[in-house]
């Protein structure tokens, strides 16, 4: 190897792709070495493209996150949701199609599969969740997971234990082009401050609510004011479909949402690195999923 290529810096756009609760967005926190996507146990967690970067001395890998495909949109929330992640596609220099090892391919992933093929990118395999998927023929489900496409190579990690994953950096690197840093060194996301507080909020209700369908949370910043270096107050609001669903976020004399706000408060503190006021609000507003101004008004157009 001459010296100029053993120099040569890769940089390029690389999409998370697959259906729902594969684990996207915790592949992504991992590869940045920061959570910059929120993550639930729940399906349609990712409403909205999140990027997030991966710098090395090699190259700089930006990553962006995408909702998971759904079987067949059935609200305008759901057809912001494919639109979104279809557009994701379009800029990918690489595309990662993330199944999950715990469970046999299904129709969703097919689906998922599908969209990708007439794109003619290069697709590399990411078989997840490899520390519990606790069965003697990986091999063999690695296998049927091939059938799905045409892939430039694979790779089985576990994002939350962090197995394989420099594997699948160089992996990505190998299917970069040449090209200069495309954000200054440093970048770790795009994201809005507002933004990030609101998903951070949606996360912490997301996981409260566990016997329920979470699909109708939605989460809008209504003040965020810098009081000093040292305080920011922030008022927010908490919009729910369902008269069921506010009483399960208020809870029992308000303690639910006295515990989501404190949890919220100090992931936010952590982020904007002052002290927190959080106000928190719930409010009830039917089908807004279906509502073009609702979606509109909480930031999916
Ligand atoms: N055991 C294990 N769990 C994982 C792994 N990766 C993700 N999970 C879990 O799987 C669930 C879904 O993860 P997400 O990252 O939200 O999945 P996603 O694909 O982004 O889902 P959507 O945003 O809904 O499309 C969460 O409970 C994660 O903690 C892994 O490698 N091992
Ligand atoms: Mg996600």
Redesign the pocket.
């Known amino acids: 190897m001459d010296e100029e290529t053993s120099n040569t810096f890769k940089s390029g756009f690389v999409t ?1 792709w ?13 590869l940045v070495g920061e959570k910059v ?11 909205n493209r999140v990027m997030g970067i991966c710098e090395m001395e090699e190259g700089q890998i930006v990553f962006l ?5 759904l079987k067949k949109p059935k609200q305008k929330l759901d057809e912001y949701l494919v639109k979104s992640a279809r557009t994701c596609l379009r800029d990918a220099d690489v595309v990662l199609f ?1 199944v ?1 090892a ?1 469970s046999q391919p299904h129709g969703d992933d097919r689906r998922a599969a599908k969209l990708l093929r007439p794109l003619n990118k290069n697709i590399l395999l990411v078989i ?5 998927a606790d069965i003697p023929n990986l091999e063999e489900r690695i296998d049927q997971f091939k059938q799905l496409g045409d892939f430039a190579g694979g790779v089985a ?5 962090r ?1 394989n994953i420099k594997m699948l950096v160089d992996k990505i690197l190998d299917l970069l082009p040449e090209n200069p840093a495309y954000y200054p060194a440093g970048t770790v996301t795009d994201q809005q401050e507002k933004l990030s507080i609101s998903e951070i909020i949606r996360e912490q209700t997301l996981l409260v609510i566990r016997q329920e369908v979470p699909h109708g949370v939605a989460v809008v910043i209504d003040e965020l004011t810098p009081r000093s270096n040292k305080l920011t107050y922030i008022s927010a609001t908490i919009f729910v479909e369902k008269p069921t669903h506010k009483q399960i976020i208020v809870g029992k004399k308000g303690e639910m949402l006295k515990e989501i706000g404190k949890v919220s408060r100090e992931n936010i503190q952590k982020l904007l690195d002052t002290k927190v006021y959080l106000d928190l609000w719930v409010k009830l507003v039917k089908n807004w999923r279906k509502d073009e101004n609702a979606l509109r008004r909480f930031g999916y157009k």
Request: no cysteine; proline share 9%.
């Open positions: 998370m697959g259906r729902p609760n594969v684990g996207k967005s915790t592949l992504l926190n991992t996507a929120i993550v639930s146990p729940r399906p349609q967690t990712t409403r996150d995408t909702p998971g495909i993330v999950d715990t997840n969740k490899i520390d519990i990690v576990s994002a939350t234990a197995i």
